[in-house]
């Protein structure tokens, strides 16, 4: 099994910890495909910053396209931030499984609890976390959203910085909160759930770990690909200003749903 682990944030050392604990996670069998958005932000923050992350991650996506549809065996792919940057806008450009983790992280918090935290590394990243939970049902469980109030001296040492901070935030959610489980929430957290779980008298999710194991869960699965409903790929119609690649998805996801081929003489960049 092969999968595209994509980091929607532009930061190398960010990539460096989603790489090292995807290959933790992954199970003996799976390749990891690790790559960095292209352009972006350091590390996702607001709504407009995911925004501007979702298309860098298409076009990722879409630059792996003879892979996923089958060239060279691209079984599933992980969103790596949480929010999910795109998600679920991106399970319409492929016929594999597209997993962000948050989403990921949440339904293995559901799995393990009733109600659960999230550890955030930013308080202004807490309404739009707020919001996630919300867009993926799961509102009515979340016992709260704590964070970080300081200021970040750097993406990439977040834990090193903050981890006695981080366990204290999991604690007060338990106590305080109700929390059964707790997710420690985003990329640069990566890895840090395995190092702090015994300082956490509940279970702890990490959320690189869980999109890993869920996307392998349902490769494994084997149910079938989008060609109807909300989730088929978007329709044919004029498009211009698009990257090639991008374009060329867009084109071949059409044609394995059985829309018809683009025009004689058209060009990427202007379709009918």
Request: glycine residues 12%; aromatic residues 4%; negative net charge.
């Amino acid at each position: 099994m092969r999968l595209l682990v994509v980091n929607p944030n532009i930061s190398g050392e960010v990539t460096d910890l989603i790489r090292a604990e995807a290959t933790r996670s992954a199970g003996p069998s799976t390749e990891l495909i690790v790559r960095t958005a292209p352009r972006g932000v350091e590390y996702i923050e607001t709504r407009f910053e995911s925004l501007l992350a979702a298309t860098a991650v298409a076009e990722v996506i879409a630059e792996h396209r003879d892979e996923l549809t089958g060239g060279c065996g691209v079984d599933g792919v992980v969103v790596a931030a949480f929010g999910d940057p795109g998600m679920p806008a991106l399970k319409e450009l492929v016929d594999v499984p597209v997993i962000g983790i948050t989403e990921a992280a949440l339904c293995a918090a559901a799995l393990q609890g009733h109600r659960f935290s999230i550890i955030a590394i930013s308080d202004r990243i807490t309404a739009w976390y707020r919001e996630c939970v919300e867009h993926f049902g799961f509102g009515g469980r979340l016992a709260s959203i704590r964070s970080i109030k300081e200021a970040l001296r750097g993406i990439g040492s977040v834990q090193d910085d903050f981890r006695p901070t981080l366990v204290e935030l999991a604690r007060l959610a338990v106590a305080e909160d109700g929390a059964d489980v707790v997710i420690l929430a985003g990329a640069p957290l990566a890895g840090l759930a395995r190092e702090v779980a015994s300082e956490i008298p509940v279970p702890v999710v990490d959320g690189i770990g869980a999109g890993v194991r869920l996307a392998e869960a349902l490769v494994g699965l084997r149910s079938g690909v989008h060609r109807a409903g909300s989730f088929a790929p978007p329709p044919p119609k004029r498009r211009a200003g698009l990257s090639p690649a991008l374009d060329a998805a867009l084109d071949a996801a059409q044609l394995a749903a059985g829309a018809s081929a683009p025009a004689a003489g058209t060009t990427a960049g202007g379709r009918l």
